[in-house]
């Protein structure tokens, strides 16, 4: 998959704004959803209709079957010549894949140049920094996005790999150094104990310039390049803890950007 993006920001606040509570009964991994409103977001709320779609946490949800099963990623490159491929209210999205290959789940986004493709997403005083994300989930395969950074202090622009039960596999670049993006990566919402974050350089300013960030998840093999050079390694192997389990990403996942 190849994604083409440019980060736009206007004014920006502080940080990132906490998402809005949604819906009625919280849930966690001791609070399971009941009949009414199976699903558990992304968000730790139960619901039924969007509830269930990208985001639903199986674990936490009435059963393991309430969620709907997670659109299946196929081979594409996605520009962005208008918006149409976007569903713009993520509350009305209802699970069609075939209709939107994107979400907004929160914030504005626009066209900044039609005929390149590119979207600009917008960090206002007032939105509180805008997300897409895939509605098709990838397990396992290569991801590139063709991006520019936000260049604030403060604001971290994200191009990441996100399943349901929270394993991330994260390309970030804080805003205050435009010169270095980092690599991380989280088994069920965990940074895995034997692992640390990675921090890289990128050739030339990442807010001026468009570079391709790639993201290559593989059943045994994680890489991160920039510009198709590998910059970072790592083995399913170097997340197996003491008792023999891997801390390595291994559910399918939606792809994001903020
Ligand atoms: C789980 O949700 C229940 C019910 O809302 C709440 O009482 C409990 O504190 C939550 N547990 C955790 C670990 O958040
Ligand atoms: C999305 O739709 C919901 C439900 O109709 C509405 O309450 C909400 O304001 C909409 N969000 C945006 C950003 O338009
Ligand atoms: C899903 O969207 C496609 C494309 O817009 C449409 O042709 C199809 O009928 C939709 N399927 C359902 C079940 O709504
Ligand atoms: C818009 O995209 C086209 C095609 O990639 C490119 O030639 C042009 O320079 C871009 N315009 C701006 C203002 O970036
Ligand atoms: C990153 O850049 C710094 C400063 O220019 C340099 O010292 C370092 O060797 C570079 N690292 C890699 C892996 O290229």
Known sequence: MFVTLAAVAGLLSAYIAPVSAQGGQVCNATSLCGSEAPCCSEYGFCGSGSFCLGGCNPLFSRSLTSCSPSPVCEPASHKFPDLTRVAMNASHYDGNATAFDWVLDKGDIMNTNSSGGE???????????????????????????????????????????????????????????VTHGQSNLFWQGHIPDKTQGGTHNISSDSFANYHDYTIDWQPDTLTWSIDNNVVRTLKRSDTIDDQGISHYPNTPSRIQLR
């Open 119 to 177: 979207l600009g997403m917008l960090l206002t005083e007032t939105n509180g920094g805008t997300r897409i994300s895939s509605t098709r989930y990838v397990h396992y395969g290569a991801i590139s996005a063709r991006i520019k950074t936000g260049r604030w202090g403060g604001v971290v622009t994200a191009f990441i790999t996100m399943s349901d039960i929270k394993d991330e596999i994260d390309w970030e670049f804080p805003g205050a150094d």
